[in-house]
Nanobody
């Protein structure tokens, strides 16, 4: 299993960024996949995820209405569209997948099985 996150960079408050995650080595569309982030000095936290069983999406309260997770099963890609960026959105963003149902269950981040390397998002004016 390999996950490759990309698309990070410098965003501006109120601006947008789109993260991408390329997945390989497993049956992508059957399993949960999500985005997580870790800001300096803070614990890693879940941002958004897609449930493999039915495609339902789940979001952290802090990003609802601003971030959108989507997947392209034909390309084995998952995306995170981040709009209306805020300075507190700055973090290293990771994509992860779990072979056990975790999306929407409240499962802790460390229970997810496989992780990408992370992509840095900064937000400054």
């Amino acid at each position: 299993v390999q996950l490759q996150a990309s698309g990070g960079g410098e965003g501006q408050p109120g601006g947008s960024l789109r993260l991408s995650c390329a997945a390989s080595g497993y049956s992508f569309r059957h399993f949960d996949i999500g985005w997580f982030r870790q800001a300096p000095g803070k614990e890693r936290e879940g941002v958004a995820c897609i449930r493999g069983s039915d495609g339902n999406t789940y979001y952290a309260d802090s990003v609802k209405g601003r971030f959108t997770i989507s997947r392209d099963s034909a390309k084995n890609m998952v995306y995170l569209q981040m709009n209306s960026l805020k300075p507190e959105n700055a973090a290293v963003y990771y994509c992860a997948t779990d072979f056990e149902p975790s999306c929407g269950t409240g499962s802790a981040w460390y229970r997810w099985d496989y992780w990408g390397q992370g992509t840095l998002v900064t937000v400054s004016s």
